[in-house]
Every structure is written in C-alpha cells, then in structure tokens.
C-alpha cells in the first residue's frame, strides 16, 4: 500500500511566538529572524498581549519591559495568570538589566538586551522551548507512573498476525487517524503502541486513555484539561490528555462507551483539530495523532443509534482487527514460551519450561479472556510451581475444566460428598482424555497409584476404550 505524502495541514504545528513591543520596526526585525522556524505573532502593548494568549495557544513571548500602556513587569504578571505554562523572555536595554533579572523572579525564562545578536535570541528561545517540552513530559510521566507501560512485543506466527504486522508497518509513518478493533484482552493497546513506535512521532509521548474507566462527569475534564476554579475541586488548573500527547499519539480506549454529548465533542476535534479546557476559552491547536479502539462492533453501535454515524466514519479511517486467541490456537505455544522467560527473569525462578500435557490443555482451551487471560494464568503458574516446569498441576481449574462453573451450579443443591465425588470425576476423565487413555500416564500425573485410579474408574462404572 503506497503511503501518500503527508498533506500540509497534517504536517507538525509550529511554536507560536508572540512579539510585544511598541516599536514597529523591532516587531518586522524580530519576524524577519523567527518566520522560518516559527509563527509569528506581534502586538504593539499589554491590553492587545493579553487578549491574544487568552485565545490561542501561544509557547514563548518576547515582551519589551518598557510599554506605553503596561509595563513589561505588569504585563508579565498578569500573562501568568493567564496561562502559566507560556515562557516569557524579557527585550530589555542594558540600563534596565536589574528589572529584567527581578522579573524572572516572576516567572520570566530569561532575557536579551537591545541590540541582541540573532543566534542569542534563536538559541534563548530553544531553551525555552525545550523547558516547555520538558514541563509537558513531567506533567504526563507523573499522570503514568502507577501505570504499567505494556511494551511487551506483539507475538503471533499465524496468518492472520503476520496480516496485522504488515498493515501496522505500512501506515505507521502516516498521519491517519486508526480505528483497532478486537475483544477485550487481545492486544489492542500494543498494537497502538507498535504503531507510534514505528511513526515519526516516536520521540513523542504516547498517551493512552480509556474513558469507560472514568466516571462520565470527569470525561470531559480528563480529556480536555480544565482551568483553575472550573469545577468543585478544580483547585489547579490541569492539561487533558490531549495536551499532554502534543507531538505524539493518543490512544482511545473503549470508544464506545463515550456518551453522546462527548461523542459530539470528539467529533468537533477531530475536525478542527483544536480544544478548549473545561471553563476555558482560549483554543489550544493540537498535533497529536489519535488511534481509537473498541471492543464492540462500532458498525453495528452506529445501526441502533448508540454511535455518532460521522464520528465512526471520522474514525475508522484505516481500520485494524486484531483476532481472539481461539481462532489462532497456534500461537498458544509461542505465546506461552515469551512469557514463561519474561515471568522467570521478571520473578527470578528457575523453570525450564510447560510440561507437553499442560501445553496441550492451553491449547485447547477457548480462552475468553484471549491474550490477557493467558498471560495471567503464565505469571500465577511461574509464581507457584514448585517443581522444575509447569505442569497440569499448575493450571487453573478454568482452563482443565472449562465447564466446570457450570457444574458447580447444578451440583449446589448435591450433598457434599456427592458433588465432590461427580467434580473429581470429571478432573480424571478429562485427564484421562488428554492422555488418550494411558492409565499409568493418568494416576502419575493425578498423584495416585494406578490401582487406586483402577478403583475410582470401576466405582464411576466407567470402561477404558478397547476393553472388555
């Protein structure tokens, strides 16, 4: 699939820098110097500073420190009030160098004095750039860090894998918008993840979000962010994902779950490709990339009105399906080798490896619970096996039993003895089963003697196969 160059308002947003300075010929001077790399935006006084950082995104100001209407420690002042995470240089004359450094005590990044060489200016405004990025990438680490990052690599050998592989591959470096589809515990995150590792945005954060695990009146907050005094509770003003993923992706988890009037929300995002923080109104742009997943058919969600019809188009530009576990049983044993050695090294057990008999009983199992159920049941068998591999013995009653829960249900009304005697019976034969009948191979791994299995089957009034 030929991948088609990247469209110009798909391209990375450049920092905005706004000038604030009474002289005209100092505002053309600084946009001559700053165009190529940044957009410009000059202002002539305070008033005017003011009211453009309460409706845009603004990174860094260059404010002159004498102003006709306010002066620069005035206007400094009341910019961080408006939006504390912009990074304001002082313009300042040598005379006025200890009102400069008394402003930065304020808040100000830092400061150049009149006449300023260019590549002092060009490398003080980096630096504020990079303290800006640097603030943005603290603010997420920390909404992260009781989060489990998830970089385990996606493992499948199957057809349907080696698929998904090679469609991850081709869009990475594209801009679309991803729509991953999958049941729960499939994978879908990682597959988010390998598609912003493989994508130029990899530098940037990858920030991953589920709305289904937000109570709905915190949504809109957590998403968009919210200004200080917004809400009861608001006591800070706080970036939504959106922000903290700027120059990178975000991952929208559950999709569906988002009612109606967020739904709405998103949609008008998608579009404009801007947010306003809850109780805010200056518009923040975005260049953040956005894959979505979702457990339920969203086709369908769209057929009974539970899913905005324009939103799913919006997102389902290149859509990705990641199979359930049961349909590439294959992949079970590879599955089952990574993570026995990643729960080894992570535990620091000693095991060589599962058991041909326990392989064949997770092959077999349907796993509902796909990928993330058999990563579990791996990290509790390494955890507790007391021997040198992971045997029957190890697993869960879910996967040796797969019915059994249903049983257990009928048995409820059973005496005691009755019910343990009709569950052990179904542990041996199936047992019994996967052995393909071998009574000897059956009682080793029941741990009794052969006679007394000999004894339980004759009582069950239970024939081997080929006997009389």
């Known amino acids: 699939m030929a991948l088609e160059p990247l469209a110009e308002s798909a391209r990375p947003l450049r920092p905005t820098v706004l000038v604030v300075d009474d002289d005209p010929g100092l505002r053309e001077s600084f946009r001559l110097i700053l165009e190529d790399e940044y957009e410009v935006i000059d202002v002539t006084g305070g008033p005017q500073a003011l009211e453009v950082v309460r409706a845009s995104q603004v990174d860094v100001v260059l404010l002159d420190i004498r102003l006709p209407e306010m002066d620069g420690i005035e206007v400094l002042e009341r910019l961080k009030q408006v939006d504390e995470q912009a990074e304001v240089?002082?313009?300042?004359?040598?005379?006025?160098?200890?009102?400069?450094?008394?402003?930065?005590?304020?808040?100000?990044?830092?400061?150049?004095?009149?006449?300023?060489?260019?590549?002092?200016?060009?490398?003080t405004i980096r630096r504020a750039l990079q303290k800006r990025s640097l603030e943005r990438e603290v603010v997420y680490l920390r909404t992260e860090l009781a989060r489990r990052t998830g970089l385990d690599d996606i493992v499948g050998q199957h057809a349907e894998m080696q698929k998904l592989f090679r469609t991850v591959a081709q869009i990475a470096a594209a801009p679309s918008t991803v729509l991953i589809t999958g049941e729960s515990g499939t994978g879908k995150e990682l597959v988010a993840r390998a598609i912003h590792r493989m994508s130029p945005r990899r530098e940037g954060p990858f920030v991953a979000v589920n709305p289904a695990a937000i109570s709905d009146s915190l949504v809109e907050s957590e998403l968009f962010g919210h200004e200080k005094g917004a809400f009861t509770g608001a006591y800070q003003r706080k970036p939504g994902r959106f922000e903290l993923a700027q120059g990178g992706t975000l991952f929208l988890d559950e999709i569906a779950s988002l009612k109606p009037e967020m739904q709405a929300k998103l949609l008008r995002v998608l579009q404009e490709r801007e947010i306003e923080r809850v109780g805010g109104t200056r518009?923040?742009?975005?260049?953040?990339?956005?894959?979505?997943a979702s457990n339920v058919d969203l086709k369908q969600a769209v057929d009974k009105g539970?899913?905005?019809a324009d939103l799913y188009y919006r997102l389902n530009v290149v859509p990705i399906t990641v199979p359930p576990l049961r349909e590439r049983s294959s992949d079970v044993p590879v599955l089952v080798e990574h993570f026995v050695q990643r729960y080894t090294r992570e535990l620091g057990r000693r095991i060589e490896g599962v058991t041909p008999e326990a392989l064949a009983a997770l092959r077999e199992y349907q796993w509902p619970g796909n990928v993330r159920e058999l990563q579990n049941v791996i990290e509790r068998a390494v955890a507790l096996v007391e021997s040198g591999s992971i045997g029957l013995n190890d697993l869960p009653t879910d996967v040796l039993l797969p019915d059994h829960r249903g049983r257990v249900k009928q048995a409820e009304n059973l005496p005691l003895r009755t019910a343990t005697d009709e569950f052990e019976r179904q542990i041996v034969l199936r047992i019994l089963e996967r052995v393909r009948w071998n009574r000897s191979e059956a009682a080793r791994i029941l741990g009794i003697h052969r006679n007394s299995l000999k004894v339980k089957l004759q009582r069950w009034g239970v024939a081997i196969p080929g006997e009389d």
């Open 306 to 308: 539970d899913f905005r």
């Open 89 to 123: 240089i002082l313009v300042t004359a040598v005379k006025t160098v200890k009102t400069a450094v008394a402003a930065m005590k304020l808040g100000a990044f830092d400061y150049v004095t009149k006449p300023f060489e260019e590549e002092e200016l060009l490398a």
């Open 283 to 292: 518009t923040i742009r975005l260049d953040v990339r956005i894959v979505a």
